[in-house]
């Protein structure tokens, strides 16, 4: 298997090539930068010439569904456990948004950090549905960010149940339940202000990881 290499872009004056993961995220972390793995340095210069500009993810539900909005999901099907992303309608991740000193803190604190996919990585001693909880949390402070009025994800326990308050406090960790509690006070005051969560089918959700197809 060939060794992949990190394309960054900041603008058309400052972007790069480099040879690690680690070197890319030094470069980028906590900017807006994009950046994308490859498998060959011809790619990843096409990419830079390009704009760095991300493919729109092509569904043929596209124009009746995919509104201007925040979509979350969550996935273990790398095999490294949980994973949980952000993204617009075009699939574009969204975390970037967001990454500020506090959530850095509470990501180091956790143990949990942004992955080579811009995704918020949790290892493998979280459950998928917390990671969809943590997902709508993490929406949710972007759409507040974005001033944008809907957050869409496929988990009908989260989005029907747990985000409204109902769950069993007796079968769920402490911090799942206190995470429950925040999402549902931040989820009232989202759609006070003429917002909403709604529910999008996981074939069509642009931020889906891909694990269950």
């Not at 952000?86 to 500020?100: F, G, R, T």
């Not at 149940?161 to 007796?170: L, R």
Request: glycine content about 6%.
């Amino acid at each position: 298997m060939s060794k992949k290499i990190y394309a960054y872009f900041f603008n058309e004056n400052n972007n790069g090539i480099v040879k690690t993961w680690e070197e890319c995220k030094s470069l980028v972390q906590g900017s807006k930068a994009r950046y994308k793995s490859f498998s060959n340095i011809d790619e990843a210069n096409e990419w830079i010439k390009s704009g760095a500009a991300y493919n729109k993810k092509s569904t043929p539900f596209e124009d009746y569904f995919l509104e201007e909005a925040v979509y979350f999901d969550a996935g273990t099907g790398r095999g490294r456990g949980v994973e949980v992303r952000i993204a617009d309608k075009y699939s574009n991740s969204l975390i970037s948004v967001i990454l500020n000193e506090n959530l850095k803190k509470y990501l180091k604190k956790n143990t949990w950090f942004v992955n080579e996919f811009e995704n918020i990585e949790l290892g493998k001693e979280k459950t998928n549905n917390f990671g969809e909880l943590l997902g709508l949390y993490l929406a949710l402070e972007c759409a507040k960010k974005l001033n944008l009025k809907k957050v869409l994800g496929d988990s009908q326990l989260v989005i029907n149940y747990w985000s409204k308050g109902q769950f069993q406090a007796n079968n769920l960790p402490e911090e799942t339940v206190s995470l429950i509690k925040k999402v549902t006070e931040n989820r009232r005051k989202f759609e006070s202000n003429n917002s909403e969560v709604k529910y999008i089918s996981g074939d069509i959700n642009p931020a889906d990881l891909g694990f269950h197809k």
